[in-house]
């Protein structure tokens, strides 16, 4: 199993999370590589946000990849708060110039905890 990044330059991040897939350029570096069961952290880069999560289903082919297990997250995990989970050793970087990043296991994890922490609790909840 592998940690990626899908990173997006603006708010269409949620429409493909909710649509199941995600694009994935012919010229990605990482492209060949992903496999189903790996883990994603999705990535709004306009607002620097993480807005979920999920599990890579398929293999790339022309249209990308097909997600599952996909997680929403409501309010989004601010780049900044994750960043500041990370140790420096990992060389964790805040933005990115292609759509699909590989991240180490310490990188996700981090923000799945900021994710916790920031969660909205169900409605009547105490």
Do not use: C, Q
Not at 3 to 10: I, P
Not at 72 to 93: G, N, S, Y
Not at 113 to 118: E, G, K, L, S
Request: net charge negative; no cysteine; hydrophobic share 45%.
């Amino acid at each position: 199993m592998a940690y990626y990044l899908l990173n997006h330059d603006g708010d269409g991040a949620r429409d493909l999370m909710r649509a199941g897939g995600w694009p994935i350029g012919p010229t990605e570096r990482h492209r060949d590589a992903l496999e189903p069961g790996d883990l994603v952290l999705v990535y709004a880069a306009g607002p620097r946000v993480f807005v979920g999560r999920a599990e890579i289903a398929s293999a790339a082919d022309a249209a990308g990849v097909t997600l599952t297990h996909v997680e929403k997250w409501d309010p989004p995990v601010p780049m900044d708060e994750v960043l500041a989970r990370i140790p420096a050793t990992e060389d964790a970087k805040g933005s990115f110039s292609v759509g699909l990043v590989r991240i180490t296991e310490v990188e996700h994890e981090a923000a799945l905890a900021v994710a916790a922490t920031r969660e909205t609790p169900p409605e009547g909840a105490t």
